[in-house]
């Protein structure tokens, strides 16, 4: 017997292709992502054929039975997104739209999942986005959707802009090179006299405590071993020796080059999931 393509693979398919359909007659772009990706499009957006500077990814979710997300009398949708999931996306800077296409209707609606219309319910095993059942994905809404994207796009590059200026007058004030890595969640002073200092902050601190601890050490040996340790990784490997990393999931990955070896040490992902494993002091 002939394997059976599932119908929540047809859905799915479907769903996409209705939300092309959406953007293209806006005249914006909607790249389709790959599997290995959590996001499902990568949209441009298009001013009267021009290009502008704001994209946004996509979510896309499908449902024949639309009434099983919605309670009696209410007027939104309660679709429920995996936790880990949702930490993924709160990470974006590009904003990220959970888009639900009801075949029975047609109809398409959405909502920004960093900034939703109405507060996130976190109280059950999945966190469930409210989806107001009026953001239709029609011209009106695709306006609006726009206007949330360059707002977000906007606000971020005035952040950005604000934390440049207050790191240029550190280093005025220090005479000093002042750089400050927020996602690594460390700042880098370099002295006129060419010493160089560092303090950690967040995720990177919280690391660095747990494995001095571990090691009975201070937090500046630690990093210092940390440090030496990537530096005979990258030696072991230009010898021809590959790398087993294990990613926070369990996952292993065979890392045959540098290259490999640092696109894994840099996965914010994996980095986040270490840390949240480890134990509050």
């Given at each position: 017997?002939?394997?059976k393509?599932?119908?929540?693979?047809?859905?799915?398919?479907?769903s996409?292709?209705?939300?092309?359909?959406?953007?293209?007659?806006?005249?914006?772009?909607?790249?389709?992502?790959?599997?290995?990706?959590?996001?499902?499009?990568?949209?441009?957006?298009?001013?009267?054929?021009?290009?502008?500077?704001?994209?946004?990814?996509?979510?896309?979710?499908?449902t024949?039975?639309?009434?099983?997300?919605?309670?009696?009398?209410?007027?939104?949708?309660?679709?429920p997104?995996?936790?880990?999931?949702?930490?993924?996306?709160?990470?974006?800077?590009?904003?990220?739209?959970?888009?639900?296409?009801?075949?029975?209707?047609?109809?398409l609606?959405?909502?920004?999942?960093?900034?939703?219309?109405?507060?996130?319910?976190?109280?059950?095993?999945?966190?469930k986005?409210?989806?107001?059942?009026?953001n239709?994905?029609?011209?009106?809404?695709?306006?609006?959707?726009r206007?949330?994207?360059?707002?977000?796009?906007?606000?971020l590059?005035?952040?950005?802009?604000?934390?440049?200026?207050?790191?240029?007058?550190?280093?005025?004030?220090?005479?000093?090179?002042?750089?400050?890595?927020?996602?690594?969640?460390?700042?880098?002073?370099?002295?006129?006299?060419?010493?160089?200092?560092?303090?950690?902050?967040?995720?990177?601190?919280?690391?660095?405590?747990?494995?001095?601890k571990?090691?009975?050490?201070?937090?500046?040996?630690?990093f210092?071993?940390?440090?030496?340790?990537?530096?005979?990784?990258i030696?072991?490997?230009?010898?021809?020796?590959?790398?087993?990393?294990?990613?926070?999931?369990?996952?292993?990955?065979?890392?045959?080059?540098v290259?490999?070896w640092?696109?894994?040490?840099a996965?914010?992902?994996?980095?986040?999931g270490?840390?949240?494993?480890?134990?509050?002091?």
């Amino acid at each position: 017997m002939s394997p059976k393509r599932p119908r929540s693979h047809l859905n799915a398919d479907l769903s996409i292709a209705k939300m092309q359909e959406a953007f293209a007659l806006q005249g914006w772009t909607a790249e389709t992502l790959g599997k290995d990706y959590g996001e499902d499009l990568l949209v441009r957006i298009f001013d009267d054929g021009e290009a502008t500077p704001y994209t946004f990814y996509v979510q896309a979710k499908s449902t024949e039975t639309l009434s099983r997300y919605v309670k009696k009398g209410s007027d939104y949708v309660r679709y429920p997104i995996a936790f880990d999931h949702l930490e993924h996306w709160l990470k974006f800077s590009d904003p990220v739209f959970l888009i639900i296409w009801d075949r029975e209707t047609g109809s398409l609606m959405w909502d920004m999942i960093q900034e939703p219309s109405l507060p996130l319910d976190t109280s059950g095993v999945k966190a469930k986005i409210l989806v107001p059942r009026r953001n239709a994905l029609d011209r009106s809404g695709l306006e609006r959707l726009r206007t949330q994207t360059v707002s977000r796009h906007k606000r971020l590059n005035r952040e950005q802009r604000g934390s440049e200026v207050l790191l240029d007058l550190l280093s005025k004030s220090m005479n000093a090179k002042v750089d400050y890595d927020s996602q690594a969640g460390i700042l880098v002073i370099e002295h006129h006299d060419g010493e160089m200092s560092l303090q950690l902050f967040g995720a990177t601190l919280k690391l660095m405590r747990w494995i001095a601890k571990e090691r009975n050490t201070t937090v500046e040996e630690a990093f210092r071993q940390t440090i030496h340790s990537g530096a005979e990784n990258i030696l072991s490997i230009e010898a021809g020796t590959p790398y087993e990393y294990r990613h926070s999931d369990g996952s292993v990955t065979t890392c045959h080059t540098v290259e490999e070896w640092l696109r894994c040490t840099a996965s914010t992902d994996d980095y986040v999931g270490w840390v949240e494993e480890m134990p509050d002091e």
